[in-house]
């Protein structure tokens, strides 16, 4: 399949890719092309205009913030999985990031591509999701942040405005004695999830406050409703306990089981997903667990 004719620009500052899109409502933004490229293709989408963000500098990069971290939008998936910022700040997003798709994909695909595409059972969204990233938009009536989940509305869609463009995502840092673990279950390497699970578990306290508690816990899902969600109940069920037994590992997961209502596709049912999701969560609260007993933990360095 070809796409419908359109016309082609590639601007090479913000400004000017504003204006061109203030001219052309029905514009699309090049970022990667892994995802738009092939809806023009198979016609899923049509545009009279693609304006090519791809060089325009200023939207590509990672940098430090403080403890936290901005990466502009045009930054691709296998730049952010092999930064050493990045695996010393969040080392769960380099791991996340060894899941998406393949090498090839992973070189011209982005994270601002992959997040206003905002599909349901991606991994930028997820992620966004459980590190609570903001994102800065820029437009006609000037710049905004929007946090992630008001970002993602739904399948596909996005809060941005069809005159903006995504500039970076800011990423706050975790607290410093935080443990991580992620997978997800995919019918082959480089699918998209059935489900994908990331959890994050924060120890804080010392003897003098009656010893070590987790302060903070957060799960989050993708694949398993029409965005990436984190799950409330079953975070409170877990915050400010002494440590995460099995039992309050397997509640926990139940508690996820239950308060998800996933749709049913040609690869798996419903109550399959939610099945894969008690068995993922469950995992990998017990993963974080034995992370934050671990010295480096103790340390006050991040653990997976």
Partial sequence: MKPAPFDYCAPQSIDEALARLAAAPQAKLLAGGQSLIPMLNFRLLATDLLIDLTGIAELRGILPHGRSVRVGALTTHHEVETSALIRERFPVMGEVMRHVAHLAI???????GSLVHADPAAEWPLLAVLLQARLHAVGPSGKRAIDAQDFLLGALTSSLDADEILLRI??????????????????????????????????????????????????????????????????RMIR??????????????????DAINPNADLHASADYRRHLCHGLVKRLLEEAQRSCAAPAADDGGDGH
């Fill in 106 to 112: 992973r070189n011209r695909g982005t994270i601002g």
């Fill in 170 to 235: 800011d990423f706050p840092a975790l607290p410093r004695r935080t443990a991580w673990a992620f997978d997800e279950v995919a019918l082959r390497a480089g699918d998209f999830a059935l489900c994908a699970a990331a959890v994050t578990l924060s120890v804080g306290g010392s003897r003098l406050t009656g010893g070590p508690r987790i302060t903070d816990a957060r799960i989050a899902l993708a694949g398993v409703a029409d965005t990436a969600v984190r799950v409330p109940v079953a975070e």
């Fill in 240 to 257: 400010g306990q002494r440590r995460l037994t099995p039992e309050l590992a397997h509640q926990a997961a139940c508690a996820v089981r």
